[in-house]
């Protein structure tokens, strides 16, 4: 096991039987489990932090288009099923270095020098570019793109008695109200709540459009909407399905920043020159616009063109790389 653990300079030096190879997957199969098993128990444990950062932007999204922002549980599992869930593939995050490390060590010793030492450059720069692009549509594009998602539901008109259509069908004209009306007392418009509000108080709440009364102590609130943004379709989501939307979209936007490894590679293994994917760009633009549409879960523009948009820059940025590569390739001395 030392010729497994020192790495040597020629694979074809090292003889191992099947039996040895089997031994050596078994303990890196076990080492990467229970490094899983590790990180999952650690997310499990700060799963409240990391579910609050996965809600945040869809809290944020709804408080700003005056929707009440929760969400409906289907099935009395859904919760706890999902935040499992969320802990397993968080873990799996977490733990990817030490499972690829482990991976590493079972495979290093079949390649030659030049081949560990593209993976020991690309693997690190990969697992880097994953977490980059899945906290980049966390934390950047999914406030705005759920924003524009939300307020889709607006283009569905109410069928009711006030809609236009109705009104026309109708023909029936709209009674006049004779009888006398007694408003309520008035209620104090607020940017926020009162320092100390007493018993019974009522108030409106500018900061997100509230009716708030004092209670015993506790403050009840009922957020509101003005009359004339009614909506047919409200934007309600169950637990799972928002979850898997965001989960999905980070990993496809986890792929998507993959581009630049892929195009590095392909240029110093002199497959394709940096000249000829210069020669290719705007067919390379038209391949990067599919290949978001088809990697994202959701079927918008808007979702594609976020993604679309970081990987035509990463694009030109394993370009750039791979052009310096060419050349110090070009100017170092060759082997006679």
Request: charged fraction near 15%.
């Amino acid at each position: 096991m030392s010729k497994i653990r020192s790495l040597p300079h020629d694979p074809d030096e090292v003889r191992m039987s099947f039996g040895d190879h089997l031994d050596e997957l078994r303990r890196c199969l076990i080492r990467a489990i229970l490094g899983l098993v590790i990180a999952s128990i650690l997310c499990f444990y700060f799963g409240d932090r990391i579910i609050s950062v996965l809600t945040a932007p869809y809290y944020a999204a709804m408080k700003d288009r005056g929707f009440d922002p929760q969400m409906i549980q289907l099935d009395p599992t859904e919760a706890f099923l999902q935040y499992f869930t969320i802990a397993l593939k968080f873990g799996f995050v977490v733990a990817a270095p030490w499972i690829l490390y482990q991976i590493w060590r079972f495979v290093a010793v079949g390649l030659y020098p030049s081949e560990r030492r593209m993976i020991r450059v690309f693997a690190p720069a990969s697992i880097v570019l994953f977490i980059t692009g899945a906290s980049f549509m966390v934390l950047v594009v999914l406030t705005g793109l759920l924003g524009y998602l939300i307020s889709v539901a607006a283009w569905f008109p109410v069928p009711g008695p006030d809609s236009s259509l109705m009104k026309f069908l109708q023909h029936t004209p709209t009674p006049v109200t004779t009888q006398p009306t007694t408003l309520p007392a008035a209620i104090p418009v607020l940017n926020d709540d009162p320092r100390t509000p007493r018993q019974g108080d009522a108030w409106f709440r500018r900061a997100d459009n509230s009716l708030n009364v004092f209670v015993d102590g506790e403050r009840y609130t009922l957020p509101l909407k003005a009359a004339n943004r009614e909506q047919f379709v409200q934007p309600f989501f169950s637990i799972t399905d928002y979850l898997d939307f965001v989960t999905g979209m980070a990993l496809a936007f986890g792929l998507g920043f993959q581009l630049p490894i892929v195009v590095i590679f392909i240029i110093n293994a002199g497959i394709i020159t940096s000249a000829q994917f210069r020669g290719a760009r705007r067919y390379i633009i038209l391949g990067i616009v599919i290949a978001a549409a088809f990697i994202t879960p959701s079927p918008d523009i808007p979702s594609m063109l976020m993604l679309a948009v970081p990987m035509f820059v990463l694009f030109e940025s394993g370009l750039i790389i791979g052009r310096s590569l060419e050349r110090r390739k070009a100017a170092a001395p060759q082997p006679e």
